[in-house]
């Protein structure tokens, strides 16, 4: 079982970024997928969480309203959209398979994670 995220890189305050993940090695359409993120010197930490079918979504506080949560089961695919990211977002962000339904929200499976760097 494999999640490959890539989207991550150097943005400026105010810009935005697309993550994506792709699984494979099963399929995990009948699957909640999520992102977290775990800043320097800190803990990880949820960001978002999608059902199975795409129906409902989770949002961590910091993000509400910024991060948007997607996913494509035709292609095993997660998306996260970030708009207005401010320095506080930079960290290492993971996805995530088989994401709890409630908090604390945990998982599964992880990626490998891909950097996100947010420079004011």
């Known amino acids: 079982v494999q999640l490959q995220a890539c989207g991550g890189g150097l943005v400026q305050a105010g810009g935005s970024l697309r993550l994506s993940c792709a699984a494979s090695g099963r399929t995990f359409s009948r699957s909640a997928m999520g992102w977290f993120r775990q800043a320097p010197g800190k803990e990880r930490e949820f960001v978002a969480r999608?059902?199975?079918?795409?129906?409902?979504?989770n949002y961590a506080d910091s993000v509400k309203g910024r991060f948007t949560i997607s996913r494509d089961n035709a292609k095993n695919t997660v998306y996260l959209q970030m708009l207005s990211l401010k320095p506080e977002d930079t960290a290492v962000y993971f996805c995530?398979?088989?994401?709890?339904?409630?908090?604390?929200?945990?998982?599964?499976?992880w990626g490998q994670g891909t950097l996100v760097t947010v420079s004011s």
């Open positions: 999608i059902n199975w079918i795409g129906s409902s979504t």
């Open positions: 995530a398979a088989d994401v709890t339904r409630y908090p604390p929200y945990d998982s599964t499976y």
